[in-house]
């Protein structure tokens, strides 16, 4: 992934993830109170916006280390893991669909592949 295309992303997800948490503790408290979802759309903004700065921080090291491929598949890992782990946590708490559930591992599963990959990436640091 670019640096720019990871810069892009991490500001994206950033903003959607303080657009989704605003949203699920206001908007659409009452209806996720009903159903006993408030705690998983938490969880799925908590997790959002985490791996939105850890992205923003893959792209500014990126910038300092263009040719880090590490970090490249990081922003990918981060990426999809926001997708799938804070995505089937969001759609989850909306429908109350349980056939979602199988799939927030694999992005969490994705999501500790991106913090791996950082430490793959600072071990291509030059000193």
Not at 44 to 71: E, K
Not at 91 to 104: D, E, M
Request: positive net charge; hydrophobic residues 55%.
């Amino acid at each position: 992934m670019t640096t720019t295309t990871t810069l892009r992303l991490a500001a994206l997800l950033g903003a959607l993830g303080v657009g989704l948490g605003a949203f699920g503790a206001h908007g659409l408290a009452k209806f996720l109170a009903a159903g006993n979802h408030a705690a998983t759309w938490e969880t799925a903004a908590r997790y959002h916006l985490l791996h939105a700065l850890a992205l923003l921080i893959v792209g500014v090291r990126q910038q300092q280390q263009p040719g880090n491929a590490a970090l490249g598949r990081a922003a990918g890992c981060f990426t999809g893991g926001i997708v799938l782990f804070s995505g089937s946590l969001y759609a989850l708490s909306l429908t109350g669909a349980r056939w979602l559930g199988p799939i927030t591992p694999l992005g969490g599963v994705l999501l500790i592949a991106g913090w791996l990959l950082l430490v793959r990436a600072a071990g291509a640091v030059k000193s």
